[in-house]
């Protein structure tokens, strides 16, 4: 069964840094492209990274570049997001998602997302 799960997701004070895992089953994750998506309350899903498996690129929504990072472990078969300096516009769901395509480039729409994890909820508040 192809299932993403998430984790790490908690309450954390402004400024805090916290670390999310999205553990892969059933597939080979570094052979898919992985992104990171985030929802918050009464607002729109948006992206937060991508990792792209045909040519390893890695790409970050503008306004989180520098205090989030995106990395793989292969041998675990994970996928991690570092997230630094978080502020309470940052608190949301915190889903990652994969392109169920060999050697898959990130997706320029959602529908191209064909597995999603359950996600983990990420509130920054003091």
């Known amino acids: 069964q192809v299932q993403l799960v998430e984790s790490g997701g908690a309450l954390v004070q402004p400024g805090g840094s916290l670390r999310l895992s999205c553990v892969a089953s059933g597939f080979t994750l570094n052979s898919y492209a992985i992104g990171w998506v985030r929802q918050a309350p009464g607002k729109e899903r948006e992206a937060v990274s991508c990792?792209?498996?045909?040519?390893?690129?890695?790409y970050y929504r503008d306004s989180l570049r520098g205090r989030f990072t995106m990395s793989r472990d292969n041998v675990k078969n994970t996928v991690y997001l570092q997230m630094n300096d978080l502020r309470p516009e940052d608190t949301a769901v915190y889903s990652c998602?994969?392109?169920?395509?060999?050697?898959?480039?990130?997706?320029?729409?959602?529908?191209?997302?064909?597995?999603w994890g359950q996600g983990t909820q990420v509130t920054v508040s003091s």
């Open positions: 990792n792209g498996a045909s040519d390893g690129s890695t």
């Open positions: 998602a994969a392109v169920a395509k060999f050697q898959s480039s990130c997706p320029t729409k959602w529908g191209e997302y064909d597995v």
